[in-house]
């Protein structure tokens, strides 16, 4: 089993910033942030492998989202600059038994219980 707790979400503006935090019990070997918006499909923003660190984002995020961890804390970071109201979403940290990362929310089978981020224009 695999505990995931976030924090962090909030309401700014467009333009603004938010940092996320996901504490983990344990890593898999591979860690998700996904997003559901009202009345949409959960999506994948980005994975990180946590041995190697490589990271991977969704298109939509490319250039203003940053997935990173911190070992030492069991926690890992979604740094979020340049928001836009489309990112506005219920924001979830997942945790995979697969080895390798995917952007697919089937392929993850632990889950956090979410943190609001609303961006308004």
């Known amino acids: 089993q695999v505990q995931l707790v976030e924090s962090g979400g909030g309401s700014v503006q467009a333009g603004g910033s938010l940092r996320l935090s996901c504490v983990a019990s344990?890593?898999?070997?591979?860690m998700g942030w996904f997003r559901q918006a009202p009345g949409k499909e959960r999506e994948g923003v980005a994975t990180i492998d946590t041995g190697t660190g490589a990271t991977h984002y969704h298109d939509s995020v490319k250039g203003r989202f940053t997935f990173s961890q911190d070992n030492a804390k069991n926690t890992l970071y979604l740094q979020m600059n340049n928001l836009k109201p489309e990112d506005t979403a219920m924001y979830f940290c997942?945790?995979?038994?697969?080895?390798?990362?995917?952007?697919?929310?089937?392929?993850?089978?632990?889950w956090g219980q979410g943190t609001q981020v609303t961006v308004s224009s």
């Open positions: 344990r890593y898999t070997s591979c």
């Open positions: 997942a945790a995979s038994r697969l080895v390798f990362c995917d952007l697919k929310y089937d392929y993850y089978n632990y």
